[in-house]
T-cell receptor, first 118, second 109 residues
Framework: GAGVSQSPSNKVTEKGKDVELRCDPI?????LYWYRQRLGQGLEFLIY????????KSGLPSDRFSAERTGESVSTLTIQRTQQEDSAVYLC?????FGTGGSGNEQYFGPGTRLTVT | DAKTTQPPSMDCAEGRAANLPCNHS???????VYWYRQIHSQGPQYIIH???NNETNEMASLIITEDRKSSTLILPHATLRDTAVYYC??????????FGTGTRLQVFP
């Protein structure tokens, strides 16, 4: 079946510009997550959405970063006034069930959006 | 910070079993052990998870010690395509995954 998709796959932008990254989760998955991976580094959690609850924004590095999710579907991560340190691969993941830790909580990742800020 | 400890790198001959260890001595009673891997330039891929019983699926087996302080991921017949960074992660509600540095597994011909 269809997995998590992200667009664009690559984005080059000038410093100071705003960018929007899109994530389409697996249909029916109630939880959606955004992570960032800088070159040669591990994944850093940014934000997650689960159902109709308020999102956990604890991983967002600054107020230039924001994200929205419409219902249990597509999510958009927005970075305003981009800086060179924002250059990274932005990864989205979704999971079927939030909570309990049992089956269905495994996260399925998209291919990522590679953002380059010049 | 990640609550698991893994060796930074391992080698394995193609066709042999790859045994990847993970220490998690401070695991809580309700935390699951999850394994993911990341092949170069791709998003992480879920492999397997378990609570206290050994688990097996089409990709791998997971052996968790009785005291749950350590576990081993077993790839029974490693192939070149299994070359990746493998992450052992503790999680309860999987509200977010805390990725450590993982083990870089190199499978050689």
């Amino acid at each position: 079946g269809a997995g998590v998709s992200q667009s664009p796959s690559n984005k080059v932008t000038e410093k100071g510009k705003d960018v929007e990254l899109r994530c389409d989760p697996i249909s029916g998955h109630t939880a959606l997550y955004w992570y960032r991976q800088r070159l040669g580094q591990g994944l850093e959690f940014l934000i997650y959405f689960q159902g109709n609850s308020a999102p956990d924004k604890s991983g967002l590095p600054s107020d230039r970063f924001s994200a929205e999710r419409t219902g249990e579907s597509v999510s958009t991560l927005t970075i305003q006034r981009t800086q060179q340190e924002d250059s990274a691969v932005y990864l989205c993941a979704s999971s079927l069930v939030f909570g309990t830790g049992g089956s269905g909580n495994e996260q399925y990742f998209g291919p990522g959006t590679r953002l380059t800020v010049t | 910070d990640a609550k698991t400890t893994q060796p930074p790198s391992m080698d394995c001959a193609e066709g042999r079993a790859a045994n990847l260890p993970c220490n998690h001595s401070t695991i809580s009673g309700n935390e699951y052990v999850y394994w993911y891997r990341q092949i170069h330039s791709q998003g992480p891929q879920y492999i397997i998870h378990g609570l206290k019983n050994n688990e097996t699926n089409e990709m791998a087996s997971l052996i968790i010690t009785e005291d749950r302080k350590s576990s081993t991921l077993i790839l029974p017949h490693a192939t070149l395509r299994d070359t990746a960074v493998y992450y052992c992660i503790l999680s309860y509600n999987t509200d977010k995954l805390i990725f450590g540095t993982g083990t870089r597994l190199q499978v050689f011909p």
